[in-house]
């Protein structure tokens, strides 16, 4: 069974959430028109997802569901 790294769930947790955080602030930015909610919502927004999503992706390790190895060789 392959497995991740806590590094490489990190790495992908931070990842995901640049792009996601980018998205959030400017979808406030164009409801509201304000830069400062915007900026303050995609922060909060930010650090309570990172966490779940970190949380998430460490669940999902123990979750054999649709995983296959391949082998080094064939018989």
């Given at each position: 069974m392959a497995?991740?790294?806590?590094a490489r769930s990190i790495v992908k947790?931070?990842?995901w959430r640049v792009f996601a955080t980018l998205i959030?602030?400017?979808v406030v930015y164009v409801m509201t028109g304000r830069i400062?909610?915007?900026l303050e919502i995609g922060v909060v927004d930010t650090l309570v997802k990172l966490g779940l999503y970190f949380g998430h992706e460490r669940v999902w390790e123990r979750i054999n569901y649709g995983r296959f190895r391949y082998t080094d060789y064939q018989i």
């Amino acid at each position: 069974m392959a497995h991740e790294t806590r590094a490489r769930s990190i790495v992908k947790a931070l990842s995901w959430r640049v792009f996601a955080t980018l998205i959030t602030t400017g979808v406030v930015y164009v409801m509201t028109g304000r830069i400062d909610n915007a900026l303050e919502i995609g922060v909060v927004d930010t650090l309570v997802k990172l966490g779940l999503y970190f949380g998430h992706e460490r669940v999902w390790e123990r979750i054999n569901y649709g995983r296959f190895r391949y082998t080094d060789y064939q018989i």
